[in-house]
């Protein structure tokens, strides 16, 4: 897989260039403009059926950790998606947003809005996690200091689920030593 990322679901850079023929095959009494309208209709209904596909209910909820572009400067931050279905990822109130599978297999998005872009990562707790580690990786992503291995130690990917339902191949993940004992 390389450095390749499996794209979900993308509302950036639509270009009716790659919908002409299929618009005017099935749209041939619309005008252009129209088509261009339906294009962008099209591929929201395309967003609908990835919730569909990704209905998913995990174990727990999602952690979602964001870096956050606004006018004064990034930002880190968390939420935590109750439900534990990945489907519940993929709503956004930005501009333009594209989920996809990146190549460690972690699911993610990159939200674009009037003020820069946000960076989501999706997680899900691990089994056997304390209340407390869940506080202090969270405060951690809060004050910008949690690393990557901060967030492995704890919580585990979403893209091996993904991968599933898409028929796509990812790296196996590394068990760390935590895991073998």
């Not at 699911?107 to 209340?131: E, M, P, Q, W």
């Not at 130690?153 to 590394?174: N, S, W």
């Amino acid at each position: 897989m390389n450095d390749k990322k499996h794209i979900i679901w993308s509302n950036v850079n639509l270009d009716y260039d790659d919908w002409k023929y299929e618009m005017e095959e099935y749209y041939p009494e619309l005008s252009e403009e129209e088509r261009i309208e339906k294009m962008y209709e099209t591929n929201n209904d395309y967003l609908d059926d990835d919730r569909c596909n990704l209905n998913i209910k995990l174990n727990g909820p999602i952690l979602v950790i964001a870096d956050i572009g606004r006018w004064n400067g990034r930002f880190s931050g968390y939420k935590e998606i109750e439900s534990g279905n990945i489907s519940d990822c993929l709503y956004t109130d930005m501009d333009y947003a594209t989920w996809y599978v990146d190549k460690n297999g972690d699911f993610r998005c990159d939200a674009i809005h009037h003020d820069g872009t946000n960076h989501y990562l999706y997680r899900i707790y691990k089994d056997g996690v304390s209340d407390y580690q869940k506080d202090r990786l969270k405060e951690k992503i809060y004050e910008g200091t949690a690393t990557r291995a901060d967030i492995t130690r704890i919580t585990r990917r979403l893209g091996d689920e993904i991968a599933k339902v898409y028929g796509f191949d990812i790296p196996k993940q590394k068990k760390n030593k935590e895991m073998e004992r």
